[in-house]
């Protein structure tokens, strides 16, 4: 067992005080369907109703109670098969306890009337004294664990029941679930809408959104489709959607099973704390991912993330209808089966519309999402079932690390065998619950060889190969000879093996033009010698990029600029030009210049620009300087970037204000604006004061340039940062604000008062994920008895989560242990004062 808080190796550990092993619930029975009938009001934020729940008795042996998870509700009446039944209520869990003269049915009708003001699970959106234009909506989140907030429920993924939504909203709002709209009538100013889902689906996958929105209709390969999205986006709406069609009819293909559900319809609400939820049939996405006119071409889900698109999104959510909503996870610990499938589905949409070339690129920089969090957070297997809350486990493990697990699968058994596999694995399992083995076994049957050592690695153990690869030319025998060490260390705590992998030596010869050797690496140290018909003139290790790894391997200058020149891989190309960087040469820069010109992937071309900008120096600057004017958006951001190397340069300072204030590209303006800020050049401040006042989608530009203010480090700055900070400005001002901070480094007690006030009060969630981000960045200590609140009362697990750690982080472990067990004293004596109040109101109900 890992020690609480202590690091191994260097590395953090995943397990934090709180965590514990977590297993399927073992139950007699289970739900087949699920009926709910409630009274929505979004003005009082209050849910009102009943849950009716139809059970199946799963052994041979008929229960005598039954139990279901609900969280901080009022239980007014519980009926078993009509006729009321005893109950006890904690606050989290719903006794019900039939007379012992009662003989329910065969699959008896448990049917609970219950009110809530709901913390999680359903959330209300309406306008405020800060944020007069916010919309009226309510619209819920169940995964992980949020469906117990709404009704009660065996609230585990375990068991699929069908469903009925009978919500009854104020008029004029419409409403939108799973299934298909059964019916609509209003009466006495409230509308009621009906809807089935008539396919058995997992509890968290229910859903509902309620509000005022635009609707554009839409079929693909015979589906319905809907798009509906608040007014003021009309003019955007199909820029987020549009791909809509092309994406079911792409996945169909592939996995050769049409679309399952009897709708597919995608509602973008506002104040999301997700981008998106594959709710049954019915995605909710975030309304803060539309592109604009002006942002449509290189956009980016944010300045940050450049790699990260709406198109990602929508195919992401779309991928889990076969996986997640059809096929499902089993429990949490195996939720990889819908997140890396979905996740490698977005870079399957990327190879079918735009190239290979483009997956690649898709999935680097998925690789490096997961190996900022590999190294900076902690270190985990993909499957892990001991945490805090189950939401602990949505990381770049479960996402990024899971898909590229399955390329490399792919890779491994080939195209052929691995989409069949995917389509029997599907076929085989629709409507059905999996852990990790099921699809295994069924990749094992369609390959006919065993992948126990190729899962138990990828899956089950942690890490990535870490190869260090030396090359040679033996002219005496005409071959070539490749050392290879995997360099990674393995006893030190965590599971990460020596691997055992396929991998790519590609050689270019004249006489034989790209040769491709195979070879099987399975040792810590090993070498390979390939004969070929001369010296090569390009050598590359897994040029198309088929592993997750990281790969030292130093070559000469003239193999390199082969590589860059010539190599058949964009992403060979890529890593030729991010290498030569380190030969700073005028001859280099001429090099990197061509590649940057010449009309290629823009990946090459802004590796090479972002290259130049590390040699540094007259030449390289001068280059930047003739291509902040280049075409394409992506190519030019780079060079931006780039320039923000050149410290003191008035020319530097005078091109970016001239891309600040005028480029097409809100993405390339967020990047001179940074660029701005890291040179700080005279009078830089004025400079970001003017641009935070450009328009821009989601405020960009305004948020880029509050964090390029931090760069300055002087107290205007930090004035102008602090004045941006406040609840009633848009989100992502005041997250570029939190981001400030980070540039500047430190706090001041005043800064240190509002960002307290904001961790335990704000009702923004984002903002207060943000502000957990700044607190880690800045280590100070000042925060750690916010931070034991935050771990205690934060409506969100994610960030009671990150607190935790952060607490560890801070304190090294100490005292961390104490705030846990308080806490679940704390949760103890809530239920037992509630269990008192509600058996009283039973008593009452009965007599
Ligand atoms: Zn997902």
Redesign the pocket.
């Known amino acids: 067992m890992d020690n609480p808080g202590a690091s191994s190796g260097g590395r953090k550990s995943f397990h934090v005080p709180g965590s514990s092993k977590h297993y399927p619930p073992v139950m007699e029975y289970h739900t087949e369907h699920i009926k709910l009938q409630l009274k929505i009001d979004p003005e009082a934020q209050t849910i009102q109703g009943s849950c009716s729940l139809k059970i199946g008795i799963s052994g041979a042996t008929h229960p005598r109670v039954f139990h279901f998870d609900a969280s901080g509700m009022q239980v007014e009446k519980v009926e078993v098969d009509g006729k009321n039944s005893l109950f006890d209520y904690d606050g989290e869990v719903l006794t019900v306890k039939p007379d012992a003269a009662f003989q329910p049915s065969a699959s008896p009708e448990v049917t609970v009337w219950y009110s809530a003001k709901p913390k999680s699970g359903v959330f209300f959106v309406h306008p405020e004294k800060e944020y007069p234009s916010k919309p009226v909506q309510a619209w819920t989140q169940f995964e992980a664990e949020g469906a117990r907030h709404c009704f009660p429920c065996r609230d585990f993924p375990d068991y699929k029941s069908t469903s009925e939504m009978i919500l009854t909203v104020p008029d004029g709002l419409q409403m939108l679930s799973n299934g298909r709209l059964v019916s609509q009538e209003s009466r006495d100013g409230w509308t009621t809408y009906h809807w089935r889902e008539n396919v058995p689906h997992s509890v968290y996958l229910n859903s509902f959104a309620v509000g005022k929105f635009l609707e554009i209709s839409d079929t693909a390969e015979g589906v319905p489709l809907q798009y509906l999205f608040p007014a003021e986006k009309k003019e955007d709406a199909m820029r987020y959607f549009g791909l809509t069609p092309d994406m079911v009819k792409t996945f169909d293909e592939i996995i050769g099973v049409k679309y399952p559900f009897e709708k597919y319809s995608q509602v973008a609400v506002h104040d999301f704390i997700y981008g998106g939820m594959?709710n049954i049939g019915a995605t909710t996405l975030t309304d803060t991912r539309f592109p604009d006119a002006r942002s449509e071409e290189d956009y980016a889900a944010r300045y940050t993330r450049p790699d990260r698109t709406h198109i990602e999104l929508v195919s992401?959510?779309l991928a889990?209808m076969w996986f997640?909503d059809l096929v499902t996870t089993r429990d949490w610990a195996n939720a990889w089966l819908?997140?890396g499938f979905?996740?490698y589905f977005e870079a399957l949409y990327h190879e079918r519309r735009f190239g290979m070339d483009d997956l690649r690129e898709d999935l680097r920089a998925k690789a490096s999402g997961y190996f900022e969090e590999d190294e900076g957070r902690y270190r985990r297997p993909i499957v892990e079932n001991d945490y805090i809350y189950a939401d602990d486990l949505f990381d770049t493990f479960l996402?990024e690390k899971a898909a590229w697990m399955l390329h490399q699968l792919r890779y491994i058994v080939g195209d052929e065998v691995f989409f069949r596999g995917v389509n029997q694995y599907v076929t085989r399992f629709r409507y059905k619950n999996v852990d990790t083995h099921d699809f295994m076994r069924v990749m094992e049957e369609v390959s006919d060889r065993s992948l126990q050592e190729y899962f138990t690695q990828s899956f089950y153990q942690t890490g990535h190969p870490e190869f260090e690869v030396e090359y040679s030319w033996e002219e005496g025998i005409h071959a070539a000879h490749i050392s290879l060490k995997q360099a990674q260390s393995t006893g030190d705590g965590t599971t990460t093996p020596v691997f055992s992998l396929p991998c790519d030596l590609v050689f270019y010869t004249a006489g034989r033009g790209r040769v491709k050797k195979r070879v099987w690496v399975t040792k810590a140290e090993e070498s390979h010698h390939f004969e070929l018909d001369s010296e090569p003139t390009i050598v590359e290790f897994d040029p198309e990029e088929w592993l997750l790894k990281k790969v030292r391997f130093k070559k000469s200058h003239s193999l390199l600029k082969n590589q860059l020149a010539s190599s058949e891989d964009a992403s060979s190309r890529r890593r030729a030009a991010e290498d030569l960087a380190s030969f700073k040469t005028a001859e280099t820069i001429a090099l990197l210049k061509q590649a940057a010109s010449k009309e290629q992937h823009w990946t090459v071309r802004s590796e090479a620009l972002r290259s130049i900008g590390k040699i540094g120096g007259s030449e390289a600057l001068e280059v930047l300087l003739e291509m902040v004017n280049v075409r394409h958006r992506r190519v030019r951001r780079a060079a931006v970037a780039a320039l923000g190397e050149f410290k003191g340069e008035e020319r530097v300072q005078q091109a970016l204000k001239k891309v600040l204030f005028n480029d097409e590209s809100p993405y390339v303006q967020c990047e001179a604006a940074l660029s701005l800020g890291k040179i700080g050049a005279g009078d830089a401040i004025q400079t970001l004061t003017q641009a935070m006042k450009l328009p821009s989608p989601e405020h960009e530009v305004t948020e880029a340039s509050l964090e390029a203010l931090g760069y300055l480090r002087n107290k205007d700055a930090r004035e102008l940062i602090r004045a941006n900070l406040p609840y009633g400005l848009p989100t992502r001002v005041r997250v570029g604000s939190l981001k400030g901070y980070i540039r500047l480094g430190s706090l001041e007690d005043e800064d240190v008062r509002l960002l307290k006030e904001i961790a335990l009060k704000d009702k923004d969630f984002v903002v207060r994920d943000q502000l957990l981000e700044t607190v880690a960045e800045i280590g100070d200590k000042r925060f750690i008895e916010t931070l034991k609140r935050v771990a205690e009362q934060d409506t969100d697990n994610r960030n009671r989560r990150r607190a935790v750690e952060l607490l560890v982080d801070l304190s090294h472990g100490a005292d961390v242990g104490g705030t846990v067990s308080s806490l679940r004293q704390d949760v103890e004596n809530l239920r037992s004062q509630n269990q008192e109040l509600v058996e009283r109101v039973s008593r009452m109900e009965l007599t």
Do not use: I, K, L, R
Request: a negative charge.
């Open positions: 594959e992401h959510e889990h997640g819908n997140e979905a996740t996402y």
